[in-house]
Nanobody, 121 residues
Framework: QVQLVESGGGLVQPGGSLRLSCAAS????????MGWYRQAPGKERELVAT???????NYADSVKGRFTISREYAKNTVWLQMNSLKAEDTAIYYC???????????????WGQGTQVTVSS
């Protein structure tokens, strides 16, 4: 099996910063895209940022210039540095990884358990 373990959420004031981390463990041959999604109450889950296997990054327009995703490929770990946080960033943040478990396997999508980020004064 594959597990994604997240950490780093919490309560922060508007304008503050948080850093999320996610580590994948288990039987992993390769991870393609690895990134973060979020879901606010009453809303659908949305993409926040991804780091691809081609060493490129993608961001939602709403977080560009404020959030930075980074990835350590050898350790199957990804981070999300969140600066200038706003109330509208409040959500549960989920780590996602497109995992190939064996050289002959298809890609399987895995999710972390989620970590709460609350931006409030």
């Amino acid at each position: 099996q594959v597990q994604l373990v997240e950490s780093g959420g919490g309560l922060v004031q508007p304008g503050g910063s948080l850093r999320l981390s996610c580590a994948a463990s288990g039987t992993i041959f390769r991870i393609n895209d690895m990134g973060w999604y979020r879901q606010a109450p009453g809303k659908e889950r949305e993409l926040v940022a991804t780091a691809t296997s081609a060493d490129t990054t993608n961001y939602a327009d709403s977080v560009k210039g404020r959030f930075t995703i980074s990835r350590e490929y050898a350790k199957n770990t990804v981070w999300l540095q969140m600066n200038s946080l706003k109330a509208e960033d409040t959500a549960i943040y989920y780590c996602n990884a497109e995992v190939v478990r064996y050289s002959w396997s298809r890609i399987t999508n895995y999710w972390g358990q989620g970590t709460q980020v609350t931006v409030s004064s």
